[in-house]
T-cell receptor, first 116, second 113 residues
Framework: SQTIHQWPATLVQPVGSPLSLECTVE??????LYWYRQAAGRGLQLLFY??????ISSEVPQNLSASRPQDRQFILSSKKLLLSDSGFYLC???????????????FGDGTRLSIL | QQQVKQSPQSLIVQKGGIPIINCAYE??????FPWYQQFPGKGPALLIA?????SEKKEGRFTISFNKSAKQFSLHIMDSQPGDSATYFC????????????FGKGTLLTVNP
């Protein structure tokens, strides 16, 4: 069966420090991958999505970037964190049929990021 | 901008009650409407989903009702239990947007014993 792993579960970082959050998927090949941010009372905001290695699409201009160095690995990064980067970051995957389709998205358990 | 408006923001019911969560959308190109359930500290989990060619879908105690002409869909939870207490999100997507999900802001459901 397919599983998705995110780490760390919680992270406290000072303003201006770098960030690297990792997400890996097991049990499937060539998944579509997604990074979301969830703020209290604001639902889930799609940040980045990827249909393959090295292919990243950004939804919202911001202080963050994403990379997909391997088929089932998705990394969220920042060179300098801002206070506004605090939030709950979720990675998700869906089955790829060579394109986007109405396949369910499956979420990891997220990383709670606090910026001090 | 594509939006999905969800209401109410929070809901409290007694055990056995039937909470109803509503969502409305504007984009008539949306053709996939999933509902997600999220417990504290966890990621959302797909609960049930519907496509606009049907007006209702049931899975266990969970039912989606879909009104295409009104551009509304709702989640009903039959015989609600304290274990159903969670945040529920509706979402929508379309082929034209590469099936990227647009989420509602969520409803915090509390089911009292």
């Amino acid at each position: 069966s397919q599983t998705i792993h995110q780490w760390p579960a919680t992270l406290v970082q000072p303003v201006g420090s770098p960030l690297s959050l990792e997400c890996t998927v097991e049990g499937t090949s060539n998944p579509n991958l997604y990074w979301y941010r969830q703020a209290a009372g604001r639902g889930l905001q799609l940040l980045f999505y990827s249909v393959g290695i090295g292919q990243i699409s950004s939804e919202v201009p911001q202080n963050l970037s994403a990379s997909r160095p391997q088929d089932r690995q998705f990394i969220l990064s920042s060179k300098k964190l801002l206070l506004s980067d605090s939030g709950f970051y979720l990675c998700a995957w869906s089955v790829s049929q060579g394109k986007f389709s109405n396949q369910p998205q499956h979420f990891g358990d997220g990383t709670r990021l606090s910026i001090l | 901008q594509q939006q999905v408006k969800q209401s109410p923001q929070s809901l409290i019911v007694q055990k056995g009650g039937i909470p109803i969560i509503n969502c409305a959308y504007e984009n008539t190109a949306f053709d996939y409407f999933p509902w997600y359930q999220q417990f504290p500290g966890k990621g959302p989990a797909l609960l049930i989903a519907i496509r606009p060619d049907v007006s209702e879908k049931k899975e266990g105690r969970f039912t989606i009702s879909f009104n295409k002409s009104a551009k509304q869909f709702s989640l009903h939870i039959m015989d609600s239990q304290p274990g159903d207490s969670a945040t529920y999100f509706c979402a929508a997507s379309s082929q034209g947007s590469n099936y990227k999900l647009t989420f509602g802001k969520g409803t915090l459901l509390t089911v009292n014993p």
